[in-house]
């Protein structure tokens, strides 16, 4: 499956007192990045919970590579990487002119919104997912 890019600038709201991106508002790039994808291929979370689907990160694994810096204009990418029944991984990165700053593997689990257990995924998502 091909990769998912979402362009994002730093503003001072992101970063620290010394002008550095604070390392959570790398996990909101991402999380712009993967609802961008969603939408990309016709899904919205307000959606999604409207059917009963509550989608939510149950694992996470980071790696930082180098800081962005106020004003730096960043790409955030999704891509899946293991699809599951229930679940799936996203590689993700963000980056500065093609330099990986931050990497991550992001795994989501589908619940049912009303019981908060899995729940396999809506067809139509199952078949982008499996694409």
């Known amino acids: 499956m091909s990769e998912f890019r979402l362009p994002v600038r730093v503003y001072i709201e992101d970063t620290d007192a ?48 180098k800081p962005a810096l106020l004003d730096d204009a960043l790409e955030a990418t999704a ?5 599951g029944h229930c679940r799936a991984s996203f590689r993700q990165t963000v980056t500065r002119n093609g330099e990986p700053l931050c990497e991550a593997t992001v795994h989501i689990a589908c619940l049912d919104a009303d ?17």
């Not at 891509?79 to 699809?83: E, F, G, K, L, R």
């Open 115 to 131: 019981h908060l257990k899995p729940t396999p995924w809506p067809s139509a998502i199952a078949a982008v997912l499996n694409g």
């Open 79 to 83: 891509v899946i990487h293991s699809p």
């Open 18 to 65: 010394g002008g550095i991106v604070y390392y959570v508002n790398y996990l909101k790039y991402m999380e712009r990045a993967r609802s961008e994808w969603l939408r990309h291929h016709g899904f919205t979370q307000s959606d999604l919970l409207e059917a009963g689907i509550q989608l939510v990160v149950h694992r996470l694994e980071c790696r930082y590579a």
